[in-house]
Nanobody, 123 residues
Framework: VQLQASGGGLVQAGGSLRLSCTAS????????MGWFRQAPGKEREFVTS????????VYADSVKGRFTISRDNTKNTLYLQMNSLKPDDTAVYYC?????????????????WGQGTLVTVSS
């Protein structure tokens, strides 16, 4: 089972990026999925999560209104659209699949993790 995150890069403040996370080895259509991030010198933090069917989602206050999570279960792929990026959004972004079907904010509720993709936002 593998989660492969991609789409990170260098962007100026105010810009946009779209991250993707493709799962292989098994289907995650019945699992909630999420994005976490870890900035240099900081602990990993929750960003957003979406339930198995899509639609219902939850966001960290710091990204609410700027980031949008979505999924395509036919492609076993998770997305994170990031708009109005700020330097504080600089981090390695990780996708994860939960053992539960509804959206989850705690990293302990996730049992599959991708390798991370680096997002750097310059001021």
């Amino acid at each position: 089972v593998q989660l492969q995150a991609s789409g990170g890069g260098l962007v100026q403040a105010g810009g946009s990026l779209r991250l993707s996370c493709t799962a292989s080895g098994r289907m995650f259509s019945n699992n909630a999925m999420g994005w976490f991030r870890q900035a240099p010198g900081k602990e990993r933090e929750f960003v957003t999560s979406i339930r198995w069917r899509g639609g219902n989602s939850v966001y960290a206050d710091s990204v609410k209104g700027r980031f949008t999570i979505s999924r395509d279960n036919t492609k076993n792929t998770l997305y994170l659209q990031m708009n109005s990026l700020k330097p504080d959004d600089t981090a390695v972004y990780y996708c994860a699949a939960s053992r539960y079907s509804t959206e989850r904010t705690s990293s302990s509720d996730y049992n599959y993790w991708g390798q991370g993709t680096l997002v750097t936002v310059s001021s």
